[in-house]
């Protein structure tokens, strides 16, 4: 994913998680062994390497981290923190003293358009619903887990969570929140040298 990228269009899916989507190609950004690639049509995969988050910094700009699942393994010595990792402007995982700062401008809310769509309304009808790669049952606190064998029809899905020696099920998916669109472009301050709705 090079800068000079039109913009990365970042939708929230709640819970700190946002996922990255170039305008050049409309494909979700994630990471492989190559770097970070604008390559995938969604959030998919066994560690679902299109997840990033936002980390508001105190002049008002924002870090992207790199939010897969693989960062909570034992494995992981990597920095998460995004930002020029070449003299061609690439962007890679970086210490956060050299990550990119950027702005942020929402420019679609779903919370607010879910609201605009009620507002006056004697009742209505909510359809809610999770994204099982991202915020969902593939997935507990911080943790890395095992996905469990298919449940039997008439059960609830379960999750499997490692934390320490202890084992954990879940029988519920994490709730969903909405959706949120926002553009990031790199900010004046930039150092010189990434549930529910449509979103997709």
């Not at 800068?3 to 700190?16: H, I, N, T």
């Not at 992207?64 to 890679?92: C, M, N, R």
Request: aromatic share 6%.
């Amino acid at each position: 994913m090079h800068d000079q990228l039109p913009c990365r269009c970042v939708f929230d899916w709640g819970a700190g998680i946002v996922t990255l989507r170039a305008v050049a190609n409309g494909q979700h950004v994630g990471r492989g062994d190559a770097g970070f690639v604008n390559d995938q049509m969604q959030p998919g995969g066994w560690y679902v390497m299109q997840q990033f988050g936002l980390e508001e910094q105190s002049d008002g700009t924002y870090l992207l981290k790199y939010a897969g699942y693989e960062i909570a393994d034992s494995w992981w010595t990597s920095p998460v923190q995004l930002g020029p990792s070449g003299a061609d402007g690439v962007l890679g995982l970086v210490e956060k003293s050299a990550a990119a700062h950027y702005a942020r401008e929402v420019v679609r809310s779903g919370t607010e358009e879910a609201v605009a769509a009620v507002e006056g309304k004697g009742a209505a009808i909510v359809v809610i619903g999770s994204m099982p790669a991202i915020n969902g049952p593939t997935c507990c606190s911080a943790t890395r887990t095992r996905r469990a064998a298919s449940p039997r029809p008439g059960t609830a899905p379960r999750t499997i969570c490692r934390r320490s020696s202890s084992t954990t099920s879940s029988s519920t998916s994490a709730p969903t929140g909405t959706s949120r669109a926002s553009r990031c472009t790199p900010s004046a301050t930039a150092s010189p040298t990434r549930r529910s709705g449509t979103a997709s």
